[in-house]
C-alpha cells in the first residue's frame, strides 16, 4: 500500500484553505491592499472615526489609484483589468480596515466609473474614467433620495429638455464621496424614463453640503446633492441605457463588493476575539481556555469562513459571466448579516474593553449597521429571493 499523502498544518487563519483556490497574482493583489491599508489607514483610523472626518480624502484616492484599486474589475481606459475574485480579495482588505474606505472604493468603481464605463459615450470615457481610475477626480452616484430610498422608481429629480440642453431639479440624500467629487453620476426622471447624467460639480446650481452627526460610517465623507437648475449640454446624459436597469446593475457590482468586504470587517473583528481571548486572564488562565469563549470563536470562524467561502463562488460566477443579480442579493443578505453577529460576539468577548476604540470592534459593528441596508436593505433582498424562489411578486 503506498503511504498516506502528508496533510498540511492546520491554519488558523485560513482553515478551510480557501487561499489554496488563489492563484499567485490573486495573492499579490491581496497583499498589496492588505500593506496599503496597514500602512495608511490602520494607524489613524480610530482618530478618524472618533472625529468623524476622512482627512486627505483626495491623497488617499490618489494612493488607491496608484496601486490599481480604484475602477479595478473595468477593462481600459488605465484601469487595473483585474478579475472579480482580485477586485473582491481588495474589498475584503479595505473593509478590514474599515467600511468607510471600502465604500470611498466602491462608489468610485462600481458605481460611478462602472455607469460610464458602461452606458457612457466614448467622450465621456475618455474625459472621465483615466482621471478617475489614477484617483485624480473623485466620483459619486445620486440615486437615492431623502423620501425614496428602496423605491428609486419613484425619484421626484427631474431632467427637462430645454433647447438643446438639459435642466436637471432635485435632491439626492446619503451619497459617499458627495462633496469632494469633481463628477457625479446622477439618475433623474425624463418624459423618456430613467436617465443617467454625469454632472461635473462645478456646474452653476450645484451643490453637495456634507452630513454630519452620523454615528456609523464616520471616516467617510456622506452628502445631500442639491440641484438647483443644473444646465448641462445635450451630451452629459448617458446614451446606452434608459430605465431603472441602469442604476439598478451598477448596485449590483456594487454590492458584489460588499459581499467580499463585509467579511473583511467581521475578520478583523474575529482576530481582535482571537488575540484578546489568549492573553486576556480570568480566573487564573486565559479567557480562551473555557469553553464557552471557544465555543464562540468556533461559530464566529464557522460563520466568517463560510462567507469568504461564498463570496469566492460568487467572484468565479462573474468571472465566468454567470452571476445572477438574486445569487448577489443571497452573498449581500447572508454576509452582512452574518459580519454583525461576528462582530457583536466579538465584543462579548472583549467585554468591556469591546466598546474601545483601541479596539476594531464596535467600530466594524457600528458600520456594518449603515452596510446592512445601503445597496438595499434586508427586506429587499429578502423579496429579491423569495420572489426568485416562488416565482411570486410580493414587491407590490
Not at 478579475?83 to 468610485?108: F, M, P, T
Not at 445635450?234 to 431603472?244: F, I, K, N, R, Y
Not at 467561502?309 to 448579516?337: C, I, T, W, Y
Amino acid at each position: 500500500m503506498s503511504a498516506s499523502p502528508k496533510l498540511p498544518p492546520f491554519d488558523p487563519a485560513d482553515p478551510l484553505g480557501i487561499d489554496d483556490l488563489l492563484e499567485p497574482e490573486d495573492l499579490a493583489i491581496r497583499d498589496t491592499v492588505r500593506t496599503w491599508a496597514a500602512d495608511r489607514v490602520l494607524p489613524h483610523i480610530a482618530e478618524w472615526y472618533e472625529k468623524g472626518e476622512l482627512p486627505g480624502i483626495r491623497e488617499l484616492a490618489r494612493e488607491l489609484g496608484g496601486i490599481g484599486a480604484l475602477g479595478m474589475s473595468l477593462q481600459g481606459y488605465g484601469c487595473a483589468g483585474a478579475s472579480a475574485v482580485q477586485y473582491g480579495l481588495a474589498c475584503l482588505e479595505l473593509e478590514a480596515a474599515d467600511s468607510g474606505i471600502r465604500s470611498l472604493v466602491s462608489v468610485q468603481g462600481s458605481l460611478a466609473m462602472y455607469a460610464i464605463h458602461r452606458f457612457g459615450s466614448e467622450e465621456q470615457k475618455q474625459r472621465w474614467l483615466p482621471d478617475m481610475a489614477s484617483g485624480d477626480v473623485i466620483g459619486c452616484f445620486g440615486l437615492t433620495e431623502p423620501d425614496y430610498g428602496s423605491d428609486p422608481g419613484s425619484m421626484r429629480t427631474h431632467a427637462k429638455r430645454d433647447g438643446g440642453d438639459w435642466v436637471l431639479n432635485g435632491r439626492k440624500m446619503w451619497i459617499t464621496n458627495g462633496s469632494v467629487a469633481g463628477v457625479a453620476v446622477v439618475w433623474a426622471q425624463t418624459d423618456d424614463g430613467i436617465r443617467g447624467f454625469v454632472v461635473p460639480t462645478d456646474v452653476p446650481g450645484f451643490s453637495a453640503p456634507e452630513i454630519k452627526h452620523k454615528w456609523s460610517l464616520r471616516a467617510s465623507v456622506t452628502s445631500e446633492l442639491i440641484l438647483d437648475d443644473v444646465r448641462l449640454p445635450a451630451d452629459a446624459v448617458l446614451p446606452d441605457v434608459t430605465g431603472l436597469k441602469g442604476p439598478l446593475s451598477c448596485l449590483s457590482h456594487a454590492r458584489y463588493g460588499i459581499v467580499w468586504g463585509s467579511m473583511g470587517a467581521a475578520r478583523a473583528s474575529f482576530e481582535a476575539a482571537v488575540d484578546y481571548a489568549k492573553t486576556r486572564e480570568q480566573f487564573g488562565r486565559p479567557i480562551g481556555g473555557f469553553q464557552l469563549t471557544q465555543a464562540k470563536l468556533a461559530d464566529m470562524a464557522v460563520e466568517l469562513h463560510k462567507g469568504i467561502l461564498l463570496a469566492h463562488h460568487l467572484g468565479r460566477r462573474m468571472d465566468a459571466g454567470r452571476l445572477r443579480p438574486e445569487q448577489v442579493s443571497f452573498g449581500k443578505l447572508n454576509n452582512v448579516r452574518e459580519a454583525i453577529e461576528i462582530c457583536r460576539t466579538a465584543r462579548t468577548i472583549l467585554g468591556a474593553n469591546g466598546i474601545s476604540l483601541e479596539y476594531p470592534v464596535m467600530r466594524h459593528a457600528t458600520n456594518l449597521e449603515s452596510v446592512l441596508t445601503y445597496e438595499g436593505t434586508v427586506e429587499m433582498h429578502q423579496l429579491v429571493l423569495g420572489k426568485a424562489l416562488t416565482g411570486l411578486d410580493a414587491f407590490r
